[in-house]
């Protein structure tokens, strides 16, 4: 993938994506130790990523994406890691038109 891929990303997440012949989208997480701390603050992150992805995962093209938090996630709302991703979801669906 990232020999082939593209990236993106905000302050909070970073993002890689490639197209894949599955017909669907496929999620991938790396939330490091550096970054987050605790593993309750890596879970945390995980599960607001995952429950994003699942709400948006339809309206994706066939794409296998690699998210990557970034310092700044580990003092952000809820609400503000859900706006980047979706922000950053919306960036996947232009560009595989």
Known sequence: ????????????????????????????????????????????????IRESFRLHCRELPAVDLCVTARAAARGATGKELLVSLDRLWGRVRREQR
Not at 1 to 25: C, H, I, K, P, V
Not at 29 to 40: D, E, H, I, P, T
């Open 1 to 48: 993938m990232r020999r082939f891929g593209r990236r993106d990303g905000d302050a909070l997440f970073g993002l890689q994506y490639a197209a894949n012949e599955l017909g669907t989208a496929r999620l991938g997480m790396a939330v490091g130790l550096k970054v987050a701390g605790s593993a309750v603050e890596r879970n945390r992150l995980r599960r607001l």
